[in-house]
């Protein structure tokens, strides 16, 4: 009689010893994109001296895909060709096929995005580039339909077979250039006005007049141009340049690529008119756009702007913050629809009939300030915008209805929505995509009056801190309780601006921002600067080769961000360092050379150069912090002046000739005596007789009345001074637009 049991063990012993194809190679990696294709059937590597090694020692092309979790394409290219049995099937014969995370391995995904743009002009992900045996690319492309792909790959494998060496041949040709390109040596040099006048004039010949943004279609919020154009506007008072960051602004606050219901902003727009987004939500572009909202309401005072990023920022909080303080990456643009559809922008379309569901009969005021249709403007369904700005909007529509009441219908379509299925939200910690957020929670702290956004900045920064900056050198990437992959010049810089704005916006007697900041910049020279180059992007070779970071890309580029920190340093440490003026020497010739990709590192020259804009300076010295707002009215700008402990500044009267004493004027005119504040009289150590002065914060208000489209200049110009010695006197300029 047979054995029940025995029967039992052996099939399970010749189970075990059969191969397994349920997962491969990639469901050890960390990386949630990868793990994501852990399942298909194309036996993947990651990209690392395995997978190199194995294609060299079998003579073997190399098939390279790099993509993100929350990439709609990379999504469907997965499921088209990489889960199709017979493609997997042709890979696996002749490839070894490598995956890539883009955002974990930056470095890599610029210098093959290069070659994707540089031989076939456009490039995009996911990006698919096949290389030979020795990692030297041929040919590439972005996403293929299944069909074409197994073309594609056919016909390569048909060229390699019978024409190997001139493939060979070609390849090394291309990567020589590509290295050449990524490692060429600086021309030292210098931006003139001139320069940054031509650049900035350039860029608004490329600008939608009506419609606002670069281009026509996809459109993309461009924020490092942006917040070129506006730093420009800020420094010249040109009205042309301010005006191309508003009408881009307004043309984004009222269409569909603004997330009217949850708040926040979508990637892009796949139209000119900014209504019709690609729906992934991506946390770089809360925090620049968030930024520039957040600049320009300080610039304008149009309250849509506070509003727009004020709900961004909550949207960040309440949706996009992990429980140890720190922000997640981003949100698909895919999600299950109501037919169990795996369908893009699902979430986040509307019917009218949904909406008069969730609000019954104040439903009305929604379908008319949001366009509504009956046949809807994207697949049947909606995707609210507003054809003018929201508030003016709501006030036209419905005879000036409130804002929180408006907010509040919001509000109930929002619950409504969270009872769909969610898009996937990649919850990985990228290092310097939270530091940008923290840059702009910081400032809107400050801007908006919201203490709750500074608590969450300083947070999210003393989890960065803690978690990211083990003993063996900062780390990029926080998933799953584990921080690794070695951080790039990037993520330096970028923490270190971090901390510049922490210190700027929230630093107290008790912080020490700065010292950090310079603990960072210190190592980051050490891992990435070359004397009289560009810094490079990584402390070790990678890929094609040595590369210098010059392009911006999703955030600004690491080179730039490089020597806004140094700079920032040398300002407020009231230092003469030789690393900023060296650097922005190495990076002037290739900013102007291509300023539109490299706008970002335009500003941090100008910054290295002239100083800060905006409405928070810090005096040279860093002894005194000036934060300029407007009255609720906008007839008076509002200057916050705030010594140091330690410092002081000197009284319109100083009682001393050799000393500055302070000065505020409005177009030129100084304000009249009233307008100052009641000095103290103290005597200090380097003076004989007693000094008239400031020593603790006070508020000024310089009067403002507009006429045209100019803007009105408001000058400070102080000294600070503390008992020893008094720092060079500082201009802050302040601008107000209509």
Not at 636 to 653: C, K, M, T
Request: glycine fraction near 6%; charge should be negative; include cysteine.
């Amino acid at each position: 009689m047979l054995n029940p049991m025995r029967i039992f063990l052996s099939l399970l012993l010749i189970l075990l010893a059969l191969p397994s194809f349920a997962k491969n190679r990639l469901a050890q990696e960390s990386s949630p994109y990868l793990q994501q294709h852990a399942d298909n059937p194309v036996d993947w590597y990651p990209w690392g001296p395995e997978a190199l090694e194995k294609a060299q020692a079998e003579g073997k092309m190399i098939f390279l895909s790099i993509g993100y979790a929350s990439c709609h394409w990379c999504h469907v290219m997965e499921a088209e060709s990489f889960e199709n049995e017979e493609i997997a099937a042709y890979l696996n014969e002749h490839f070894i096929s490598i995956k890539v995370d883009r955002e974990r391995r930056p470095d890599l995904d610029e210098q093959f995005m290069l070659v994707t743009s540089a031989l076939t002009g456009s490039s995009g992900w996911p990006n698919s580039v096949f290389l030979t045996p020795d990692a030297e690319p041929f040919f590439a492309g972005t996403y293929f339909p299944p069909d074409a792909f197994q073309q594609t790959l056919e016909t390569i494998v048909d060229v390699w077979k019978t024409d190997n060496a001139a493939l060979r041949s070609e390849a090394f040709t291309i990567s020589q250039r590509l290295r050449d390109y990524l490692d060429q040596t600086s021309v030292l040099g210098d931006v003139t006005d001139a320069d940054i006048n031509a650049a900035a004039t350039a860029m608004l010949g490329n600008l939608d007049d009506f419609n606002g943004g670069f281009g026509t279609a996809p459109k993309f919020p461009r924020e490092n141009v942006l917040l070129f154009l506006l730093d420009q506007a800020e420094r010249s008072g040109d009205p042309a340049l301010m005006q191309a960051v508003t009408l881009t602004l307004d043309g984004m606050v009222r269409g569909g690529i603004h997330d009217h219901v949850g708040g926040g902003f979508h990637r892009y727009a796949t139209d000119p008119e900014w209504n019709i987004p690609h729906f992934e939500k991506m946390l770089y572009n809360q925090a620049l756009i968030g930024r520039l909202l957040l600049h320009a309401y300080s610039a304008t005072g149009n309250p849509d702007y506070a509003r727009a990023a004020t709900r961004t920022m909550d949207y960040i909080l309440r949706d996009m913050r992990s429980p140890e303080g720190a922000f997640y990456a981003a949100q698909d643009a895919d999600s299950i629809n109501a037919d169990g559809n795996d369908q893009e922008g699902a979430f986040y379309l509307w019917t009218q009939e949904q909406i008069e569901q969730a609000l019954d009969r104040e439903a009305a005021v929604i379908i008319d300030v949001f366009n509504v249709a009956k046949d809807g403007n994207f697949e049947g369904a909606n995707v609210l915008h507003t054809t003018d700005t929201p508030l003016k909007a709501i006030s036209d529509v419905n005879g000036m209805i409130a804002q929180r009441a408006f907010d509040g219908l919001l509000g109930m379509l929002n619950n409504a929505r969270n009872k769909r299925n969610k898009p996937l939200t990649d919850k990985k910690i990228v290092l310097p995509w939270n530091a940008e957020m923290i840059i702009t929670l910081a400032e809107a702290s400050r801007v908006l009056n919201r203490t709750d956004y500074g608590d969450a900045a300083v947070l999210a920064a003393e989890f960065m801190l803690q978690n990211m900056w083990p003993d063996d050198g900062l780390k990029r990437i926080w998933y799953q309780g584990a921080a690794n992959t070695d951080a790039h010049l990037v993520d330096y810089a970028a923490l270190g601006r971090a901390l510049l704005a922490l210190d700027d916006y929230l630093g107290g007697a008790d912080s020490d921002w700065l010292g950090m900041a310079d603990r960072l910049a210190d190592d980051m020279q050490t891992l990435f600067a070359d004397d009289g180059q560009a810094m490079r992007m990584n402390a070790q070779t990678v890929g094609l080769g040595p590369m210098r970071p010059l392009d911006d890309n999703e955030i600004a580029s690491g080179n730039a961000q490089a020597l806004e920190l140094l700079a920032g340093l040398d300002r407020r440490l009231a230092r003469t360092g030789e690393a900023a003026p060296k650097l922005a020497a190495a990076l002037a010739v290739d900013a102007i050379n291509a300023p539109d990709q490299r706008a970002a590192m335009l500003v941090a020259i100008e910054t290295q150069r002239n100083g800060m804009t905006g409405a928070m300076q810090v005096s040279n010295g860093g002894a005194v912090r000036v934060f300029a707002s407007l009255d609720p009215e906008g007839k008076q700008l509002l200057l916050s002046v705030e010594p140091r402990e330690g410092w002081h500044i000197n009284a319109h009267e100083p009682l001393e000739d050799y000393l500055i004493g302070m000065e505020l004027a409005v177009s030129e005119t100084p304000v009249a005596l009233t307008a100052y504040p009641k000095a103290e009289i103290k005597e200090l150590g380097f003076s004989k007789k007693p000094l008239s002065l400031y020593d603790s914060s006070f508020v000024m208000a310089a009067p403002i009345a507009q006429t045209g489209e100019n803007p009105v200049t408001v000058r400070l110009t102080l000294q600070a001074c503390n008992d020893e010695v008094c720092l060079p006197p500082d201009d802050m300029l302040f601008r107000v637009w209509p």
